[in-house]
Structure formats: structure tokens, C-alpha cells
């Protein structure tokens, strides 16, 4: 086991990631897996995929899914079955957002931020939540929402509306699954250093503007949210049920981030 994981342990879990080709979702599928659980890592892109199966090895197995598509949804929770025998967390991490200003925004590019990062999560929760019911004994669910739900993320409009309603449909559901013993949380990343951020992270006049409103006065790490991502899944975390945990080095409490939208092309 990887020292900078060894803290949990989580062997013999059966554990779904999806978008786990990049980013955070490829760092919490390698969190899992060094702690000692059986990864399903799911995505749309395939080489990425292919890629971590081969860094990480036995016992991470991938398959491709579409979030904003249920069936795929649906038939990768029944891989994970297949292929490792149950289901006990997901990791729901796909998500991606774009910026462009109101006025000027056709309607596929809301449908899209709308169905990637909202309609996706209900896909997720359902599928996953109804396995849970059928192994009777529970299970944790975690999405990934985002601090742009809760400050003025000027330029990012459609993708804050939507991760505003992931946290919502976080707190739901933990009410209506909670007779399966089904617990489900969201952790709410600030700015982390990805590919998603690259250019934003390489722009030093942006992340001027960043470290400002980011009390902590930096960008932060996937192993930030990885690290999280283990805690609220272990059993010592039994008791949040519910929660939206943000990891963003202080960026929710400042309430402000640089406006995104006269900077189109720094976030895809
Ligand atoms: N990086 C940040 O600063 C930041 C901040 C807040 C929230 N987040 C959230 O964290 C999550 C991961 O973001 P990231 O920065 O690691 O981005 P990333 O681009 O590095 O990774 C996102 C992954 O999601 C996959 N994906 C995209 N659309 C998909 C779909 N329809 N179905 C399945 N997979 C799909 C991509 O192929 C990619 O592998 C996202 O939900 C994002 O909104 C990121």
C-alpha cells in the first residue's frame, strides 16, 4: 500500500468511479485501489482509461459510460457485479464545466452543463441506490459537486445552477435513502489543479486574481479530494449523512472567485 493512503483500509470493497480517466475522479480511483479496494473505473474516454488500468493493475477493471446516458449508467453498476461480486461505494466524479455569458448561450450548451453535472447524479444515485437495496446492507455514495454552487462564479452560470442542484439532490436522497442505511454526501471542490484547470493554473494574471479570494493562497491537490473522498466513505465517518464537505482552501467563505466569463477560453 501506498504510504499517502495507508491510513484506510478498505480491502475487500467493491468501489465505482466514474470519471475516472482524469483528474480527480483518476486520483480517488488510485486512492481506492492503494487502500486495498477493487476499482470499476468508468468514463467516456477510453484511452484514459485503458491508461490508469494499466498504471494501477489487479484488481482495477474499467468499462465505458456516459453519465448523461442511463442505460450506461445502469449496465455499469451491473459490471461492477459481474465483475467483483457487489457494489459498496461510488465515487460519482464526472463532470465538467463551460463558460460563456447568458445572453449569448444556446440552449444545447445549458442542456449539456444541466445533464453532465445535474441529471447525471440522478442517474448515478438511482441505479446505484437501487443495487444498495437489492444487497440489503447499505452502501455510501459520494458525489463530486463544486464550490461555484455556493459563491458568485460569474461566467459559469449554467454549471453553478447545476452543481447547486447536485448538492441539493445530495441532501434528498440521503433523506429518502436513509431506511436502506444508504448514506450520501458531496464533497465541493474549490480550484484543483487538473487538466480541466490548466490553463486557468497557467495564467498567472488569473490565478492572481485566485489566491486573493482563496484564503489558503493557492490551488489545491487532487489528493486533497482524494484523501476526503476516503474519509467520508469510511466507516468513521458513519455519522455525515447528508453533507456537503468543501475542500477549496477557504474559497466558499470568501464567497467570491475571478469572473470566468471574460476568460472564455481558460475553462473549457
Ligand atoms: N478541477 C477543479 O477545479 C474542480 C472544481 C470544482 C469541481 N470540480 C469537479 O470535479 C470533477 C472532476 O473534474 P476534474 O477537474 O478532475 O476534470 P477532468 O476534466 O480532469 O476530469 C473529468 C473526467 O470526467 C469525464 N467525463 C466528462 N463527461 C463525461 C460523461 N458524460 N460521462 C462520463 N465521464 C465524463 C472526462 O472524460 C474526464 O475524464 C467534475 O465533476 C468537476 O465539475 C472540479
Not at 495507508?6 to 475516472?20: I, Y
Not at 487502500?35 to 473505473?41: D, F, H, Q, T
Not at 489543479?193 to 484564503?215: C, G, L, R, W, Y
Amino acid at each position: 500500500m501506498s504510504d499517502a493512503y495507508s491510513h484506510f483500509d478498505f480491502s475487500g470493497k467493491s468501489v465505482l468511479v466514474s470519471g475516472a480517466a482524469s483528474g480527480i475522479g483518476r486520483e480517488v480511483a488510485r486512492a481506492f485501489h492503494l487502500s486495498g479496494a477493487k476499482v470499476l473505473a468508468t468514463d467516456i474516454d477510453g484511452d484514459g482509461l485503458e491508461n490508469l488500468v494499466s498504471e494501477l493493475g489487479s484488481p482495477c477493471q474499467s468499462v465505458m459510460a456516459d453519465v448523461t446516458d442511463e442505460a450506461q449508467v445502469a449496465s455499469a453498476v451491473q459490471t461492477i457485479v459481474e465483475k467483483f461480486g457487489r457494489l459498496d461505494i461510488c465515487l460519482n466524479c464526472a463532470g465538467a464545466g463551460g463558460s460563456k455569458p447568458l445572453l449569448e448561450m444556446e440552449e444545447s450548451f445549458w442542456d449539456w452543463n444541466v445533464a453532465l453535472n445535474l441529471k447525471g447524479f440522478f442517474f448515478c444515485i438511482k441505479h446505484q441506490g437501487r443495487q444498495f437495496r437489492q444487497q440489503g446492507d447499505g452502501g455510501v455514495i459520494v458525489n463530486i459537486t463544486s464550490v461555484t454552487a455556493t459563491i458568485n462564479a460569474a461566467g459559469l452560470t449554467p454549471y453553478a445552477a447545476a452543481k447547486a442542484g447536485a448538492n441539493k439532490l445530495t441532501e434528498m436522497a440521503a433523506d429518502e435513502l436513509r431506511h436502506l442505511g444508504i448514506r450520501v454526501v458531496a464533497i465541493a471542490p474549490g480550484l484543483i489543479k487538473t487538466p480541466a484547470t490548466e490553463k486557468i493554473n497557467n495564467t498567472p494574471e488569473i490565478m492572481n486574481e485566485f489566491k486573493v479570494s482563496i484564503p489558503s493562497g493557492r490551488i489545491g491537490e487532487t489528493s486533497e479530494i482524494a484523501h476526503t473522498a476516503l474519509f467520508l466513505a469510511s466507516d468513521g465517518a458513519a455519522y455525515i449523512n447528508g453533507t456537503i464537505v468543501h475542500v477549496d482552501g477557504g474559497l466558499d467563505i470568501y464567497g467570491v472567485q475571478p469572473d470566468l466569463s471574460k476568460v472564455r477560453e481558460y475553462y473549457r
